[in-house]
């Protein structure tokens, strides 16, 4: 049976060493060490080696070939200036990780990066990068987003400031603490004897379906959040006491954390909301094997560095 450890973006994960981050003479020796990794992003986007491939649309059907991150040791100190330090944790050697989020006016011309690579568009970055690196720049990605989108604090609209290796935003004025967010989003596979619901957002490309999911509302259970947005988006009823918690996976656009869901459905009768969905339909079991195995005569399915594609495949095989 697959787990949460198995998802894409979070597998693999490294000792985060929290108690790291408070230390701040730790960090600056460790950021200046001789093995220690260091890797860019700049406006969420990670530097990869090679050419960047074209950012990949939710619909994409062809995975980037297999490529890395560019790593930069002790000379990253170099592109510190004006960037956002964030302390990813350690390896099992004790190896310290950061990412180096550099500034929106930052260009690699001129610099002992150029022509190392490319700063890739994060969706084909995470499908094209191994389980750990795909792991880091998600999660660099979250906070990187998050820092650009709470510059300022909450409470008294003072200007924050980040802490803890960049973990934590404090408000000098007020002193409130601000942590990066994490936003769970219920997506489920509505089933009815040998049929599951799946639907399709406006924009994505033809004949490419995938699970339905929404966000949960605050006094919310994730259960009963499945359930209303399945009837919100598709009309069809099922109950929070059918619904079976499958996995997790971290998603970081730009900050969700994606709970897979099977659930029974009661009813049939489709009435999608336009506002939220284009179509929803009932597919047999056969046609969500050949879905996935990219052989249905007119309809495909996410590919296997999203959730939805382990939801789907979770059911045809159980
Ligand atoms: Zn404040």
Known sequence: MITSNDMPLASKPLNRAAHRRTDETWLDAAFQRDDVLVFLMQN???????QASPPLSAGARVAPNPRGLVWLGADAARFANGAKRIFMGEDKR??????????EQFTLAGTLLEGAGEFEDMRAAAAALSALEANLVSTARSISEWHRGHGFCARCGSRSEITEAGWKRVCPACEAEHFPRTDPVAIMLPIKGDQCLLGRSAGWPDGFYSCLAGFVEPGETVEQAACREVEEEAGVICQPESVDYLFCQPWPFPSSLMVGLHMVADTMEIEIDPKEIEDARWFSRDE???????????????????????????????
């Open 44 to 50: 969420g986007s990670p530097l990869m080696e090679g």
């Open 94 to 103: 004790g190896t310290p990780i950061f990412a180096l989020c550099v500034p």
């Open 288 to 318: 969500v094997v050949a879905m996935i195995a990219g052989e249905h005569p007119d309809a495909y399915c996410p590919p296997p560095f999203a959730i939805a594609h382990h939801v789907m495949k979770a059911w045809v095989e159980a």
